[in-house]
Structure formats: C-alpha cells, structure tokens
C-alpha cells in the first residue's frame, strides 16, 4: 500500500522562509525513515511517498503440552475372607488422615448401597469389607479426598484412619454440620453451613482417659441407662480409646460418645473417660439436628 502525502511547494518564498521550511522538511524526512523524496524529474515531483513497513513478525507460542490421560484405577478383586468392618474391632492395614486436625468443614459423605470393599489407596489392596449398617446404625461416612473418582473416607472403629471406596455402589449424602471440641478450651461448638449455631463449656476425657484428637464422625444415637445421662440417647462416634488398657474391663470396646451429664460441676473440666459430657439441654439440641456422617473435629 502506498501512502501519498502532499508537500510543501518552495517556489515564490523568500530565501529565508525557503530555509526554514526546507529545514522542516529535512528534519521530517529524517524522523520518518519511511518517506523517500522523489526527483524532480520523475513522474509526480513535488510529491513525497511513503512505503508501509512490514511489522515484524511474532514467533509462534509453542503449543503446550498436553497432560496425558491418567489410567483408570480399576479395583482389584476383593478375597471373600476380609474382615468387616464393625463396632468392636479396628480394621488393620490403612493409611492414616492427611490433616487429622483440620477444622475444614467436610460438606460430603456416602452411604453404601451393598457390602463394598475398602482399598488402601486408589486402585490399591483390598483391606477389609464396609456394610450399610454397623450393629444396627445406617452407615454414612464423610468423605475426605476423592482421586480419579475414588472416594477416601474416616473409618469408624479407628482412631485417624482413611479408607477408599470405587467410584461405584454408594449414593451421596450431603453433611451441613460440622461439630468442633476444643479440649484446652472445653468447648463444644456447633457450626452450620460454616456459620456458629452455639458453643457451649463441656466435659472432656481426663489425662489417663483423653478424649481421642483429630477428625472422627457421627455414627448414629443409642439409648443410655442410668440417672447420669438425663435419660437422652447418645451419640456415638466413630473414634475409640486411644488407650483401651487405661479404662474398666467394660468400657475398653466401647466408642467415644457425646451425651447428657446431669452433675452441673463437671462441666469446664477434663474428667470422663474420653466421652464429651453436655448439658442436657444441649444434648436435646444436638440429637434435633445432628445426622449420621457429620464430622466431629477435636482439637487442643
């Protein structure tokens, strides 16, 4: 493409007008490297053209690579004999929780629809066998990662465990609630789609029976005998004593719990046996809200 520019005729000017304007005429032809003045003898003198440079090209951006497809983790087949998981035993053989004291609210959980196998990793060993229901109590767990549609979940009946499930033979369930014990502060808080809905002082285990820290969950309610517990039903926890030996003979297989306590002076204290005492008006208020699988963060 070409650019033509009119220029300035010198012709009729004084001499000194001549010269300040052919200056200007210099002093422009040499800051556009692009004009090139023609002759007075060709075709069109008087006349200045100015030839568009081509702007310089850009490299090409290099294609990024592309991430290969990752393989999908098949399960293996799981041997018939494999424990099932259950309310007195701890199954053996899985990885410990990655943050076991976050306080990060876990806002999905699963319900299994059939027996299912639980692996030690994504497409790892079959470890033991996971039932819908535990003594009676529906089995929702909450899920802590998920990996190439692998769900990892918190195991009951172990302290700080992680199981994972296939992508296949579970339904979701949604978990709004979280509960967090503080065991320094002895307090109880209860929050609901990240939002504080109460805190309350508590009781909690003592030195020789502490109250187990990390990420544990709700496993269902049970009925409780006796004047202390208000006559409210408990709610069992997945976590167990980290110390069996340290409690009675009759309470070394039991779960942690949180349940009523009608004695008012035990409350703000370390001084159970590893169960979170509430007030019971505040036990009517948990049992009203608090569903299976909803993820009870201890911490100190």
């Not at 309350?200 to 496993?219: D, E, H, I, N, Y």
Request: charged share 20%; aromatic share 6%; hydrophobic share 40%.
């Amino acid at each position: 493409m070409i650019f033509r520019v009119v220029a300035v005729s010198l012709a009729g000017m004084p001499s000194a007008r001549k010269a300040a304007t052919a200056g200007l005429l210099l002093l422009a032809l040499a800051a556009t490297p692009a004009l090139a003045q023609l002759t007075d003898d060709e075709p069109g003198a008087g006349v200045f053209a100015a030839r568009q440079i081509p702007a310089a090209q850009q490299p090409k951006p290099k294609p990024k690579p592309q991430p290969h497809p990752q393989p999908r983790l098949v399960p293996k087949a799981a041997p018939r004999n494999l424990p099932i998981v259950n309310y007195w035993d701890e199954p053996q053989g899985f990885q410990p929780d990655k943050t076991p004291r976050s306080t990060i609210p876990v806002r999905d959980g699963l319900h299994p629809e059939r027996r299912l196998a639980v692996y030690d990793a994504p497409g790892g060993v079959p470890r033991a066998f996971l039932d819908p229901t535990i003594s009676g109590l529906p089995v929702t767990v909450p899920i802590v990662e998920r990996r190439q549609g692998w769900a990892a979940v918190l195991l009951p009946s172990v302290n700080r465990r992680v199981g994972w499930l296939p992508p296949h033979g579970w339904k979701p369930r949604t978990l709004p609630d979280q509960l967090i014990v503080d065991l320094s502060e002895r307090r109880l808080t209860w929050r609901r789609g990240g939002r504080e809905h109460g805190a309350w002082t508590v009781a909690v285990g003592s030195s020789r029976t502490p109250t187990p820290l990390g990420r544990t969950f709700v496993m269902g309610r049970t009925i409780t005998h006796g004047h202390a517990y208000a006559g409210l039903d408990a709610i069992v926890l997945g976590a167990v004593p980290d110390d069996r030996d340290a409690l009675s003979a009759s309470l070394r297989n039991g779960h942690t719990a949180i349940h009523a306590w009608r004695d008012e002076s035990a409350f703000g204290r370390s001084v159970s046996n590893g169960c979170v005492r509430m007030p019971p008006k505040v036990q009517r208020t948990l049992l009203g809200h608090i569903g299976p699988g909803t993820v009870v963060h201890v911490v100190e």
